[in-house]
Nanobody, 119 residues
Framework: QVQVVESGGGLVQPGGSLRLSCAAS????????MNWYRQAPGKERELVAT????????NYEDSVKGRFTISRDNAKKTAYLQMNSLKPEDTAVYYC????????????WGKGTLVTVSS
């Protein structure tokens, strides 16, 4: 059974940090590009960060560059999103997405974790 489960969300003050985790099971994790998306209230879902299957390549949405870091541990079948210097505009539900490398039609989504940045 395929599972993608996010954790680590919560309420944090502006300028604070959170680390999100994405635990995967039921598929060969190391074959999948891992992505973090987010969806703020009233807005479309957007891609925040991407990491290649071996972790060597990463990409970030412009507004999070220098503040967020995506990483993965293939042995633990887990991806992470370290978020620093958080801003109120980072408030959103954050979703983990696993996309089969070279087979873009095979995609698994988690149910999301809420991040609220507020004083």
């Amino acid at each position: 059974q395929v599972q993608v489960v996010e954790s680590g969300g919560g309420l944090v003050q502006p300028g604070g940090s959170l680390r999100l985790s994405c635990a995967a099971s039921g598929f060969t994790f190391s074959f999948y590009v891992m992505n973090w998306y987010r969806q703020a209230p009233g807005k479309e879902r957007e891609l925040v960060a991407t990491i290649s299957t071996d972790g060597d390549k990463t990409n970030y949405e412009d507004s999070v560059k220098g503040r967020f870091t995506i990483s993965r541990d293939n042995a633990k079948k887990t991806a992470y999103l370290q978020m620093n210097s958080l801003k109120p505009e980072d408030t959103a539900v954050y979703y983990c997405n696993a996309q089969r490398d070279a087979l873009p039609g095979i995609v698994y989504w988690g149910k999301g974790t809420l991040v609220t940045v507020s004083s």
